[in-house]
């Protein structure tokens, strides 16, 4: 048998250990240093290029094996996918791997935001670059997607066949990568996102490679269609579970709020109150219910001691009007000293005003709030403290239990205002017209729990705090409670409010009526009275004095305040003088120091005394009365100077200016009292 050439030998030991491509050179180099002939140099060449065939042939032998191999792991990490992330994290660092590229890193689609994103990277060192979003269509990735096909570039900032943008270049100048080959990610005939294989210098892209891309790509592609599928099978089955547990639940909310609903239309039926109604929310609902009226007060309690209440004061002053700012009410337990802090005043008004708006009860914190209405009309709240988690069924039963207590309030204000009506016409009858049958009178006035002989006090309040609208209703309303609260009667005459107590100190009273309607009203109010009279014949003139002495304390600057006509001093004898037929000497006391002036308004209609009320007023500042008077400065200039050819140069002089003064307070009083 022939022997095997020692050449061949040699280059069967050079594949045997698995020497790089310049080794297989050495054989040539040594035949050369020799001296061998051409023969055997020919012979060595041809043995080394059988020899680096049979090595790429094992090459492409070992590659594909490492690619099958990782193709295997691949599709077993599919079979147990449990975490998406992992699985394409596995894929980009196999394509890297496989390939033996810098970095490897794969993008998806973003159907909401309309760009694409960078989903995983493996190899990256730029955190700018790992947070890329692109436009669609734009870049190396954007040309893969639009085309559907792999694209491969050996020198990615020269390459000028896709679209480059400043902020994809950045990136991948940042990350320093020179060649890039990118492969799409199909889902049927859709392409959700494209998988890359990079390096930080040139080299091309072999056929073999880019098909290992591609099946990495599809692997992905697989991965993430699998996740969503079993994300939406999830998804479903959760949805069916909670559905199946919601339509029990609303069931059994369903019979709960009916039987509720049965309950109280039994107690409007059989003409039960508000606090029935409180108690039969708390069995149905559980834990703590408040109802309160238009001003906060609390009418019923349920569930907790009847005198916790829900700030001091009740509700925030003026949270029963819409846009009305609360008061400063300091917020203490809701439910006494085991309950929660109730929220801001500021906060509980917002409340109520979304309830009313919405027509829903809302939430503030532990509490729920359900405005008490009637149209647009305010006629209260219900205030709720559940002891565990509400539904929407429990909500239903809060609004349905607003919805009646309003139908039993307007019952129950339908009858006070009935008996209003009497009690007022009782006493319009009195202050209004000559009494010519007292004992009529008092007939009617004891089937009423009234004793006209008692001592009586007539209350009379000011225009200013008895306006059209809510407001008055308001302050009517809240007469009639306090009169009939005191065994006496209220009625309106004139626009005004009129009310008659029983008792002796008028000024008091006055003050009183002052205090509580304002703070009902949310405003000022202005309140006179007069009295006591201890018959029917005398409550007609205390009523017109009373009526007087409401002008004179707005007359006076005084609104807000409240007063008798024995407190006012001299203007209480004014008011005197003025109900008598006047007197004399305060005619002629005006008369003598401004009569010239009001004459000369009273002739050419100009406002003279109005002038030197505001000089007055401001201290003598021309401007500042300018200002009050909206005229310029020269004008209050002119008019006083003609003041002063009708009362004299020395009209200013400090003992004329006093009497002055008092002369334009008193005529200005004695205009309104007229």
């Known amino acids: 048998m022939r022997a095997m050439p020692s050449s061949t030998i040699r280059f069967l030991e050079l594949l045997e250990r698995e020497a790089a491509p310049v080794e297989f050179e050495g054989p040539l180099v040594q035949a050369r240093s020799r001296g061998a002939g051409p023969d055997e140099i020919a012979e060595l060449e041809e043995a080394k290029l059988a020899a680096l065939r049979v090595r790429a042939l094992l090459e492409r032998r070992r590659r594909r094996e490492a690619e099958l191999s990782g ?55 730029s955190a700018r670059f790992q947070r890329l979003r692109l436009p669609l269509g734009a870049g190396l990735g954007g040309l893969v997607a639009q085309t559907g096909t792999p694209y491969a570039t050996a020198n990615y900032p020269e390459d000028r066949r896709f679209h480059h943008t400043g902020e994809i270049d950045a990136g991948v100048g940042e990350e320093g990568l020179v060649a890039i080959l990118g492969v799409p990610l199909r889902l049927g005939s859709r392409v959700i996102g494209v998988l890359y294989a990079a390096n930080r210098s040139e080299r091309p892209f072999a056929r073999e490679e880019v098909s290992l891309l591609v099946s990495l790509a599809a692997h992905a592609a697989v991965a993430i269609d699998t996740a969503r599928l079993l994300g939406e099978t999830q998804t479903a089955l959760s949805e069916l579970s909670a559905a199946h547990t ?35 929310v708390t069995d149905v609902l559980g834990g703590r219910l408040m109802v309160l009226d238009a001003d906060g007060r609390t009418l019923a309690a349920v569930g907790t001691d009847t005198s916790g209440s829900l700030a001091q004061g009740g509700l925030p002053a003026g949270s029963g009007q819409p846009g009305a700012r609360p008061a400063d009410a300091a917020a203490t337990g809701a439910f006494g000293p085991d309950g929660p802090v109730l929220p801001d005043p500021s906060i509980v008004a917002e409340a109520l005003a979304t309830s009313r708006a919405d027509g829903r009860a809302v939430r503030r914190g532990g509490l729920w709030f359900a405005a008490v209405v009637a149209g647009a009309e305010n006629l209260g709240a219900l205030v709720w403290q559940p002891k565990h988690d509400t539904g929407h069924a429990d909500q239903q039963i809060l609004e349905r239990a607003a919805l009646v207590t309003a139908l039993l309030l307007l019952f129950r204000r339908t009858v006070a205002e009935a008996e209003g009506r009497v009690r007022g016409e009782l006493l319009d009858d009195l202050i209004a017209r000559p009494v010519r049958d007292p004992e009529s009178l008092r007939a009617r006035a004891r089937r009423l729990n009234v004793d006209l002989d008692r001592p009586h006090v007539l209350v009379c309040v000011d225009d200013a705090a008895a306006t059209s609208g809510p407001a008055r209703q308001r302050a009517v ?169 009708l009362l004299g140069a020395d009209w200013q002089r400090p003992d004329r200016a006093l009497e002055v003064q008092l002369a334009l307070r008193l005529h200005h009083l004695r205009t309104d009292v007229s």
Not at 89 to 118: E, P, Q
Not at 248 to 269: C, F, G, I, Q
Request: with cysteine.
């Open 71 to 125: 193709l295997y792991d691949t599709a077993g990490d599919l079979a147990g996918l449990r975490d998406l992330d992992a699985v394409l994290h596995a894929i980009v660092h196999r394509a890297r791997n496989l390939l033996g590229t810098d970095i490897a890193y794969l993008t998806m689609s973003d159907d909401a935001a309309g760009d694409v994103y960078m989903r995983v990277t493996d190899g990256s060192v």
């Open 246 to 280: 919601k339509i029990s639940a609303h069931s059994a909310s369903v019979e709960r709020a009916a039987a509720a609903h049965d309950r109280m239309t039994a107690l409007v039926l059989r003409g039960g109150g508000v606090e029935e109604v409180a108690a039969a």
């Open 477 to 645: 309303s809240w007469a009639h409670t306090f009169a009939g609260t005191h065994a006496g009667l209220a009625a309106t005459r004139d626009g005004r409010v009129v009310l008659m107590v029983p008792g002796t100190d008028a000024g008091a009273l006055a003050r009183s009526v002052a205090r509580e309607l304002g703070r009902v009203l949310g405003r000022p109010v202005t309140a006179g009275a007069a009295g006591p009279a201890t018959d029917p014949a005398g409550l007609a003139a205390a009523f017109k004095e009373a009526d007087h002495c409401a002008s004179a304390l707005a007359a006076l600057g005084r609104t807000g305040d409240g007063a008798s006509t024995a407190e006012l001093g001299f203007v209480g004898l004014l008011l005197g003088a003025v109900r008598e037929g006047g007197d004399p000497d305060v005619t002629r006391f005006l008369r003598d120091t401004i009569g010239s002036v009001v004459d000369y308004d009273l002739r050419r209609g100009t406002a003279l005394v109005k002038t030197m009320e505001c000089y007055f007023g401001t201290g003598g500042s021309l401007a500042r009365a300018a200002e009050q008077l909206h005229v310029h400065v020269n004008t209050v200039t002119q008019r006083l100077d003609r003041v002063a050819q």
